[in-house]
């Protein structure tokens, strides 16, 4: 068997078999993480509110956009290689919710950076109408920007009988790549990582001036007056940091990958060796994934604060199931 045959019986194995499993184990991860989120303990801080915004994009992106990959990567159901409407819209959701998730996320950790600051006046600028605020006008940005998907996605026929959804080829292929590397690629990793390193370096100086601790909070002098940092702060960026560890992981890959194609591009390369190339992108894609559909376990692993309101959730869901029986 060659590498480009064992490559495609894997890839698609695991489309076909580990792909429905993961939009399962995924939405169930999304649907807990806003049942916790919304709990009346926590949905009151402008950290929970992007979470849960991070949550509802996940949930949306798993049925437009990894959906459709297994259907056409592991069961050969192509739904939007003939369907012109189809095809753009799936590139269309698939550019806003990515670049949506991000921007979350960016915006979590410019919250937590401000709550951790030894300023006063900077900590106050961490605001529930903020958030709210600051989500809305990320997403009709990310919503109207986008627009370019609806008109430059085509169905491109290689073969008699074989068509699939793509960029224009050209100019426009050629933005999309590099607009992919730099907007959605780089830049949203390196500004989470610099936002993550801030956060932890103000914890740390919260810690190196910290009178006294007790088991739900930590008082800290700052300018002669007693600040709160409280238990549920410290879980929340701790779930935070997580997160943007396992954004970096996932989503990198596939950013090599791009620069690899790019620098490639003028390349003579065989039949095989496209094949194969092709055939680990679409491998590097499920790993993108992953990142989507994880939330609530590694939420689990992290944060006792997490722990206690699912399981007090739970318990609460159980007690009605037996009162209605």
Known sequence: ?????????????????????LIGVGTASCLL???VFTQSTLRKNPCTI??????????MFLYFIPLPTIFSSGYGVDLTGNNLVLCRFQFYMGFLLANWESSCLILASIDRTLVTSSNALTRKRSSRR??????????LFWAIFHVHALVYSQIIQYAPGYSVCYFTPGAYSTFITYYGLSISGVIPPLFMFILGCWTVKNIRKVCHITQHSRSTHSVVVVVGRPR???SKDRQLIRMLLVEIVTYILCKTPIT????????TRYVEKNAERNLIEQYVFLLITFVFYIENS?????????SKTFRVE??????????????NR
Do not use: D, H, W
């Open 1 to 21: 068997m060659s590498a480009a045959a064992f490559l495609y019986a894997f890839q698609q194995n695991l489309f076909k078999y580990v792909g429905p499993l």
């Open 33 to 35: 993480n806003l049942l």
């Open 50 to 59: 992007y979470l849960i915004t991070v949550n509802s994009v996940n949930l």
């Open 130 to 139: 903020l958030a709210i605020t600051s989500i809305i006008c990320v997403g």
């Open 228 to 230: 709160i940092l409280e």
């Open 256 to 263: 090599i990958i791009l620069i690899y194609r790019e620098v």
């Open 294 to 302: 994880i939330g609530c376990y590694t939420n689990i692993l992290v």
């Open 310 to 323: 699912l399981k007090r959730m739970l318990s609460n869901v159980r007690e009605m199931c037996v009162v």
